[in-house]
């Protein structure tokens, strides 16, 4: 088992800056990739970043040149930077673990609680 935690989450106003964190405890070692999702109300949840093993990314068309995702392997710790947010960042945003490659389509293994970003203009 996986167990993810996510925090950094706010409200920021449009133009500014967030940085989620999402610390990840249990059998981390058997995960392949990581990533973030998030879903806005009514709509339904989408990947937003994704980072495997071998640092190869993938990254939401929609937010490609303003999120990055990293990873910081010491601390069991993978982030989201995000810069230039817009009110349609708004969305509840959720950290994922994959056994396999997480990508658009696919189901990750393990779920954080996810952590509320809020968009004002």
């Known amino acids: 088992q996986v167990q993810l935690v996510e925090s950094g989450g706010g409200l920021v106003q449009a133009g500014g800056s967030l940085r989620l964190s999402c610390a990840a405890s249990?059998?981390?070692?058997?995960?392949?990739?990581m990533a973030w999702y998030r879903q806005a109300p009514g709509k339904q949840r989408e990947l937003v970043a994704a980072l495997a093993s071998g640092a190869s990314t993938i990254y939401a068309g929609s937010v490609k040149g303003r999120f990055v995702i990293s990873r910081d392997k010491a601390k069991n710790t993978v982030y989201l930077q995000m810069n230039n947010l817009k009110p349609e960042d708004t969305a509840l945003y959720y950290c994922a673990a994959g056994l396999g490659r997480i990508r658009v389509g696919t189901v990750p293994d393990y779920w954080g609680q996810g952590t509320q970003v809020t968009v004002t203009s």
């Open positions: 249990g059998s981390i070692f058997s995960t392949n990739s």
